[in-house]
């Protein structure tokens, strides 16, 4: 695809953007734009690793498989984050597959470069870091929430979390794949649906999902939604600029 130099001088993707300019300019001959297209697999459980990837928009499932095939959602990656932390972890093997929910673009780097890059214990390292925190806490809260929250409530905060790392109250999902995400059968979904559609709080149709009253979905998702949201805000700061700020 046509290369747009503006993103390589501006990145959206805000660990990119978090770091101090010369840093940022070392790793930009090393970045590859690249489309992310549905249903695009970044990375497949029990495979190697050979890239990362820094979403620019558009986002990303990682997910788990069970046996009998059936998945769940572990984690979402946008704009706020980075596919493929097992590699700087110290072990490019994952459990989870990797695949796009909905198209975009990323800047892609080999595996190899970015470890390398991340050894050398400056910026990036303390910022991808701070971002593995991040994701460990949503994981943690995630799980709660899964065990002890209603469908209802569990869908509204999965809906706001969309919303925010589309930085769009206006998304594609359809319900068979927020099912699979969700780890619920898709009946459950449709009445979960249909319940804050007639509270007026969202509206679906042919797949697309159009948040109408924010306020009023925030009121209905649990707690783990603001827990995730502030713990994101602390660790990463509300906007990279002021993450690299406090950091550096």
């Known amino acids: ?15 990119l953007a978090a770091l101090p300019a010369s840093d ?42 069970m046996e009998d095939g059936s998945t769940a959602e572990v984690g ?23 695949f796009v929910q909905i ?7 080999n595996a190899d470069i970015l470890k390398a890059e991340f050894k050398r214990g400056e910026a990036l390292q303390t910022i991808l870091l701070c971002y593995v925190q991040a994701v460990y806490s949503e994981l943690v809260q995630t799980a709660a929430c899964n ?8 869908l509204a905060r999965w809906l706001l ?25 898709r009946s459950g979904v449709t009445v979960a649906a249909s319940t804050l559609s007639r509270a007026g709080m969202i509206n679906y149709h042919r797949g697309n999902i159009n948040i109408l009253n924010r306020e009023d979905l925030e009121a209905t998702s649990c707690e783990c ?11 990463l700061g509300k906007k990279s600029s002021n993450l690299a700020k406090k950091l550096f």
């Open 1 to 15: 695809m046509p290369l747009d130099k503006n993103l390589f001088q501006q990145p959206s993707n805000k660990l």
């Open 24 to 65: 940022y300019q070392r790793l930009v001959p090393h970045l590859k734009l690249i489309a992310l297209e549905i249903p695009q697999v970044l990375y497949e459980a029990g495979e190697p690793i050979t890239h990362v990837y820094f979403p620019e928009k558009g986002m990303v499932s990682i997910v788990t498989t």
């Open 76 to 98: 979402i990656v946008s704009s706020e984050g980075m596919v493929g932390i097992p590699v700087i972890l110290g072990n490019r093997i994952t459990t989870t597959t990797s």
């Open 103 to 109: 198209p975009g673009i990323a800047m892609q780097m």
């Open 147 to 154: 065990r002890l929250h209603t469908l209802d409530e569990r």
């Open 161 to 185: 979390t969309v919303s925010d790392r589309m930085e769009s109250e206006d998304f594609p999902l359809t319900q068979e794949f927020i099912a699979q995400m969700l780890g619920v059968r």
């Open 225 to 235: 939604y603001q827990v995730i949201q502030n713990e994101l805000a602390r660790l």
